[in-house]
Nanobody, 121 residues
Framework: QDKLVESGGGLVQPGKSLRLTCAAS????????MNWYRQALGKERELVAT???????NYADSVKGRFTVSRDNAKNTMYLQMNGLKPEDTAVYYC???????????????WGQGTLVTVSS
């Protein structure tokens, strides 16, 4: 089954760090652009970070200087290192892949199921 799976969420105190991982299933051969989105309770989903296949990155202003996105193309895995976490970072974080090629076809877009990050003392 073609899917993206997030992991690494949890409860963390303000100022601490977490590292999220987005792993693609073994049927996925390659993914062009990969993104991290988040959705807080009662709010719209927002784009947090983008990384191109060649490694170019973009970040939402709210996370610049605190979050770092990276990827391992050989493993079709993306990471989000989150430092200096704030209560307002609390949300479900979703992995998104654009232009994914699989062993049996292709997708314009794939989404993971999400992982909850809670920042609270």
């Amino acid at each position: 089954q073609d899917k993206l799976v997030e992991s690494g969420g949890g409860l963390v105190q303000p100022g601490k760090s977490l590292r999220l991982t987005c792993a693609a299933s073994s049927t996925i051969v390659s993914i062009n652009t990969m993104n991290w989105y988040r959705q807080a309770l009662g709010k719209e989903r927002e784009l947090v970070a983008t990384i191109g296949r060649e490694g170019s990155t973009n970040y939402a202003d709210s996370v610049k200087g605190r979050f770092t996105v990276s990827r391992d193309n050989a493993k079709n895995t993306m990471y989000l290192q989150m430092n200096g976490l704030k209560p307002e970072d609390t949300a479900v974080y979703y992995c998104n892949g654009r232009m994914a090629v699989t062993s049996h076809g292709a997708y314009n877009e794939l989404w993971g199921q999400g992982t909850l990050v809670t920042v609270s003392s």
